[in-house]
């Protein structure tokens, strides 16, 4: 049974700083991985999904990279802003289903 | 853009009470699917759907049913609502046209009291 794990569960940084966030899957025969931002009370928000067969995918600041054989991916975020601040998860895709992480907490501070 | 919209953002109903929240998707979408998100559990499965009428169960779908008569639409249906089943709602929607991204409404918070 595929299980995500996130960590860490809460991070808090200064504005500015680059930052990576961590996704760790243990059932390597995923179909892709995607990234999502929840801000509190809302839906998700998809960020970027990276294919099995890719290594790395980018938008803007964000960029997500995949290691289906170590079970790993990261998202990192450069050059952090305020607005950057919600819950980030990831999740790994299978037989059509998602498997999602707890999710990081992410607080950016002025 | 994608677009799932949910019928309430907010739902407060009494024990006992048959309560449905609908979700449609815009985007011609092959499978829908609901979640419910409680603090500390994360995100888990209700049900899915891969075809008009035809559903399969997630990891929860105890006290709940689905109904997808129309391509567009998937109901999640709580036949007598409990207090244990006061949660967020999240309902999505993926195609295998793009490697089953998954798409989110904006989630209905039900209260059961």
């Known amino acids: 049974k595929q299980e995500v794990t996130q960590i860490p569960a809460a991070l808090s940084v200064p504005e500015g700083e680059n930052l990576v966030l961590n996704c760790s899957f243990t059932?390597?025969?995923?179909?892709?991985l995607q990234w999502f931002r929840q801000d509190p009370g809302k839906g998700l928000t998809s960020l970027l999904l990276?294919?099995?067969?890719?290594r790395e995918q980018t938008s803007g600041r964000l960029n997500a990279s995949l290691d289906k054989s170590s079970g790993r991916s990261t998202l990192y975020i450069a050059a952090s802003q305020p607005g950057d601040s919600a819950t980030y998860l990831c999740?790994?895709?299978?037989?059509?289903?998602?498997?999602f992480g707890q999710g990081t907490r992410l607080t950016i501070n002025p | 853009d994608v677009k799932v919209t949910q019928s309430s953002r907010y739902l407060v109903k009494r024990t006992g009470e048959k309560v449905f929240l609908e979700c449609v998707q815009d985007?011609?979408?092959?499978?829908m699917f609901w979640y419910r998100q409680d603090p500390g559990l994360g995100l888990r499965l209700i049900y899915f759907?891969?075809?008009?009428?035809?559903?399969e169960k997630g990891d929860i779908p105890e006290g709940y049913s689905v109904s997808r008569e129309k391509k567009e639409r998937f109901s999640l249906i709580l036949e007598s609502a409990s207090t244990n089943q006061t949660s967020m709602y999240l309902c999505?929607?993926?195609?295998?046209?793009?490697?089953?991204?998954?798409?989110f409404g904006p989630g209905t918070r039900l209260t059961v009291t």
């Open positions: 999505a929607s993926s195609t295998p046209g793009s490697s089953y991204e998954q798409y």
């Open positions: 059932d390597s025969a995923i179909y892709n």
């Open positions: 990276i294919q099995s067969s890719q």
């Open positions: 999740a790994a895709v299978g037989a059509q289903k998602l498997v």
């Open positions: 985007m011609d979408h092959e499978n």
């Open positions: 759907s891969y075809d008009v009428k035809m559903k």
